[in-house]
């Protein structure tokens, strides 16, 4: 029973190039939540989606992030342009259909900027 | 929207004592709180939650009590063991029927010596 899956683990990438992040949630599970954690801080929501369509995006920058859960294939949290700031660790989550269940991570993806 | 607070930020216990963070929460229709354990580059592991329409909960070493009308709510680990440093994040969100997403605190970065 394979849990959230993120790829890559480490993604290197330089000021201005783009940056994809990707997550296949837990089998069974059809909600994804991105969520961003800065060195020595806690983890902030960015995004909340299930299959084709972004239930909330209130955490997202206005700018340069988007993200995506297609019918077919894993949630992709896409970053264009890159800055320093955006070096951090990615998280991703997923929980069940229905009611407030309890979300389990994958092992997330830490972004370095050069 | 909703604003957790936790405290302490960090904490040093010997081995074989209790541990005991705490943390508030502001938007009272929130009725989920997990909360995970992450260790140094690892994931956010669920260790434990409680729902709002329960007090208290325990599982083995680990206990959570909530309080409604204070809007408080707190985890308890007793006999600590040298695994059980790591940081510690609670979290909060309210159940609108379908799942929702969480609001973390900042963390509690607990340390058990021998």
């Known amino acids: 029973n394979a849990g959230v899956m993120q790829n890559p683990r480490h993604l290197v990438r330089r000021r201005g190039q783009e940056a994809r992040l990707r997550c296949s949630p837990m089998?069974?599970?059809?909600?994804v939540y991105w969520y961003r954690q800065l060195p020595e801080e806690g983890l902030k929501f960015m995004v909340y989606l299930q299959k084709e369509n972004i239930i909330d995006e209130s955490g997202m920058p206005k700018e340069r992030f988007s993200a995506e859960f297609p019918k077919e294939g894993p949630s992709i949290l896409r970053i264009q342009q890159v800055v320093r700031g955006d070096s951090a660790a990615y998280f991703c989550a997923s929980s069940p259909l229905y009611g407030n269940q309890p979300q389990h991570f994958g092992d997330g993806t830490r972004l370095s900027i050069l | 929207g909703e604003n957790v607070e936790q405290h302490p930020s960090t904490l040093s216990v010997q081995e074989g004592d209790s541990a005991v963070i705490k943390c508030t929460y502001s938007?009272?229709?929130?009725?989920?709180f997990p909360w995970y354990k992450q260790e140094l580059g690892k994931r956010p592991q669920l260790i434990i939650d409680?729902?709002?329409?329960?007090g208290e909960k325990k599982d083995q070493r680990i206990a959570v009590t909530l309080n409604k009308t204070a809007k408080h709510f707190s985890l308890h680990i007793t006999e600590t063991q040298p695994e059980d440093s790591a940081v510690y994040f609670c979290a909060a969100s309210s159940d609108t029927g379908t799942a929702s997403k969480l609001t973390f605190g900042t963390g509690t970065r607990l340390q058990v010596t021998l």
């Open positions: 938007d009272s229709a929130s009725n989920y």
């Open positions: 409680i729902r709002s329409n329960v």
């Open positions: 089998k069974g599970h059809s909600h």
